[in-house]
């Protein structure tokens, strides 16, 4: 089976190696000269000083572990593991670099990609195509009125490269997310001035906790439990395990009145600065006077030399598609109208949290499952609903955290241990690390999170265990998965207790 995945970013490139080991005829098609997508150094993607949001330990795929001695990684470093990852693993030896997707389309015999390469124009056809160009290319548009009247210098955050050519200047950078904060604080040391300018600022949390990396404090059934605790409670948790942090952060007066308790943002400097009066926050800018100065909501005014836009992204570039729209996702990554088709992407409409290369990992696995025909989609009618009911209103943002993510996607593909099957094996991995490795081979003997036990896992594992069907229950008892006690304990669970194996959790964001 012929199978085309255009682009040769983290997702492309784990769906390229887990399809030569199912023994797909594999083309990757890649548009700059290296791969890695964002994280390639040559690319733009991401500025200089960008450092992973996830440790060494969480953040690489299931079955190519990350040898480096850095705690988190700089972009050189992530660049050179997937290229590491695409050489042993004979990715590099379908991959065509150089080479521009001018048009995809169906006909009778497949999917025709036209392509180009230098001066070699192709037309080839394949069976199947997985499109993995990424999100983080198009910066969007910062629209304020009165912006022309602005005599500095106004760039994106894809324009920034490094602090040093802004030094003795007053930057503004404007957008409360991760990147406004990252190169706020980047410019500090340098600019003479940097205010940031919010709508509203988001949940920071630095990367090193007292007791280790903060990916490191819980288990995946431990980030869902932590995920259910009062907002109250849990900034009580972050008092106990961060409190010289959190003393700053009170004082700074900006720590959010509510949010998603796993919708993290991962900066150490950010909330220190705006502290110690290093960062001006700024509300939202309104507009520009017609001498060029910056006004705010607040009415405030101030004049500035360079503004860096850190606004995000337009969503993914799919015109070179012919007929696909990208409301006709199934579960965000299959074509409705037609399933040989599938795009792995982050989902455009949400705020993401969590690693994303194993999540992309598991999704390329339920991919190929159903490109292999191993695993069946529901009934068109079944995906016709769910695109109705989730992708009507793409720019409304959801909160979606990923870890939890690559549990549901794995249970619901198979990939990964079935509860009603392998109880033992479902459970050893969710009250485990988020390591990958584990996704590949659940451990023998879970490996708990450093706070896991401010939770009581007994208790929720008959929670669980209740929320599967009776008949899977007793199989599950005849194999010695579970206790007699297990068994009988979950048959008394009050139905607005049980949890479901999924770990489903809500996706409003706050």
């Known amino acids: 089976m012929k199978l085309a995945i255009i682009g040769a970013g983290p997702a492309g490139l784990i769906a390229a190696r887990n399809a030569l080991r199912e023994g ?34 969480t953040f690489h795929y299931s079955s190519f572990p990350c040898d480096s001695g850095d705690e988190f990684l700089g972009v050189n470093c992530v660049g050179d593991y997937l290229s590491r990852m695409a050489e042993t693993e004979g990715v590099m030896d379908v991959t065509r670099l150089s080479t521009n997707i001018t048009e995809l389309s169906r006909t009778d015999s497949g999917w025709t990609i036209s392509s180009e390469q230098g001066t070699l124009r192709r037309q080839e ?38 602090p040093e050519v802004f030094s003795g200047k007053k930057v503004l950078v404007v957008g409360g997310g991760v990147s406004g904060a990252d190169i706020a604080s980047d410019l500090v040391p340098f600019a003479q001035s940097v205010s940031l300018s919010v709508k509203k600022l988001g949940l920071f949390l630095p990367r090193h906790f007292q007791s280790g990396p903060n990916d490191m404090m819980h288990s995946y059934l431990g980030r869902y439990l932590l995920n259910r605790l009062p907002y109250a409670e849990f900034l009580e948790y972050l ?9 700053i952060y009170r004082a700074s007066g900006y720590l959010p009145a509510t949010a998603n308790n796993n919708a993290v943002h991962v900066n ?52 070179f598609v ?34 994303a290369f194993p999540y992309f990992d598991i999704i390329s696995q339920w991919v190929l499952r159903v490109f292999a025909g191993r695993e069946e989609l529901p009934p068109r009618e079944e995906m016709n609903k769910w695109c109705q009911e989730h992708m009507q209103s793409l720019h409304v943002k959801r909160f ?51 706070m896991d036990g401010m939770f009581n896992f007994a208790d929720i594992r008959v929670k669980l265990l209740a929320g599967l069907p009776e008949e899977a229950r007793c199989g599950l008892l005849k194999k010695g998965n579970i206790t007699e006690t297990e068994y009988h304990s979950a048959n008394t669970v009050l139905p607005e207790d049980v949890i479901s194996a999924e770990l489903l959790y809500s996706q409003v964001y706050l």
């Open 24 to 57: 797909f005829r594999v083309v990757l098609f890649e548009k700059l000269e290296r791969v890695g997508g964002i994280w390639n150094p040559d690319s733009g993607g991401a500025y200089r000083n960008a450092r992973m949001q996830n440790s060494r330990h």
């Open 125 to 162: 056809t394949f069976d199947k195509v997985i499109i993995t160009i990424g999100e983080l290319w198009q910066s969007r548009q910062m629209r304020v009125p009165g912006i022309e009247q602005f005599a500095g210098n106004i760039i994106s955050s894809r324009d920034y490269s490094s």
């Open 239 to 247: 008092d106990k395990i961060l409190p010289d942090y959190m003393r």
């Open 268 to 319: 150490e400097k950010i909330i220190p600065n705006i502290a110690e009066g290093l960062i001006n926050v700024k509300p939202q800018l309104e507009r520009f006077s017609k001498e060029g100065r910056a006004e705010f909501v607040d009415s405030s005014v101030a004049d500035y030399d360079v503004i860096i836009s850190c606004v995000g992204y337009e969503m993914p570039d799919y015109s």
């Open 322 to 355: 012919q007929r696909l729209d990208r409301r006709r996702l199934y579960e965000h990554f299959f074509w409705a109208d037609d399933p040989s088709l599938s795009v792995i992407n982050p989902p455009v409409d949400t705020a993401g949290f969590g690693a």
């Open 400 to 450: 979606y955290d990923s870890w939890l993510e690559t549990i549901r996607i794995g249970i619901r593909s198979g990939t990964l241990p079935s509860p009603t099957e392998n109880f033992r094996d479902y459970w050893n991995l969710i009250t485990s690390v988020v390591k990958p490795e584990f996704l590949a081979r659940s451990p023998a003997v879970p490996e708990s999170g450093i």
